[in-house]
């Protein structure tokens, strides 16, 4: 099975930045760097967001309308590592941050929450003057 850790979250200031970390172990049979991999949120009182996604190569990404712009999925399959770097953070962008891996570039199977892939235990991260 896979294990993801996601780190990085944190509190920071409106329009401050923050870089997100997820790291991947193990096998499902194929390993981390082979999944699709998402990042999703669930603010305070909400549902849950999908954020971006990245392939397993790194060179197809996408994110949802409300953070281009702002926010860049990366992955470093030498090190089992994707990235969500945030700028020009809002309060807004205040949630539980989780990483997903996925054996398909659908996004569908987002959905219901932990149905589906791997996820991480998730990240706080917390934007506030």
Same mark, same amino acid.
């Given at each position: 099975?896979?294990?993801?850790?996601? &780190? $990085? #979250? %944190?509190?920071?200031?409106?329009?401050? @930045?923050?870089?997100?970390?997820?790291?991947? =172990?193990?096998?499902?049979?194929?390993?981390?760097?082979?999944?699709?991999?998402?990042?999703?949120?669930?603010?305070?009182?909400?549902?849950?967001?999908?954020?971006?996604?990245?392939? &397993? $190569? #790194? %060179?197809?990404?996408?994110?949802?309308? @409300?953070?281009?712009?702002?926010?860049?999925? =990366?992955?470093?399959?030498?090190?089992?590592?994707?990235?969500?770097?945030?700028?020009?953070?809002?309060?807004?962008?205040?949630?539980?941050?989780?990483?997903?891996?996925?054996?398909?570039?659908?996004?569908?199977?987002?959905?219901?929450?932990?149905?589906?892939?791997?996820?991480?235990?998730?990240?706080?991260?917390?934007?506030?003057?």
């Amino acid at each position: 099975r896979l294990v993801l850790v996601e &780190s $990085g #979250g %944190g509190l920071v200031q409106p329009g401050g @930045s923050l870089r997100l970390s997820c790291a991947g =172990s193990g096998y499902d049979p194929l390993p981390f760097s082979s999944y699709w991999v998402y990042w999703v949120r669930q603010a305070p009182g909400k549902g849950l967001e999908w954020v971006s996604t990245i392939n &397993s $190569g #790194g %060179g197809t990404t996408n994110y949802a309308d @409300s953070v281009k712009g702002r926010l860049t999925i =990366s992955r470093d399959n030498a090190k089992n590592t994707v990235y969500l770097q945030m700028n020009s953070l809002t309060r807004e962008n205040t949630a539980v941050y989780y990483c997903v891996a996925l054996e398909t570039g659908d996004s569908s199977f987002l959905f219901p929450f932990k149905a589906y892939g791997y996820w991480g235990q998730g990240t706080q991260v917390n934007v506030s003057s």
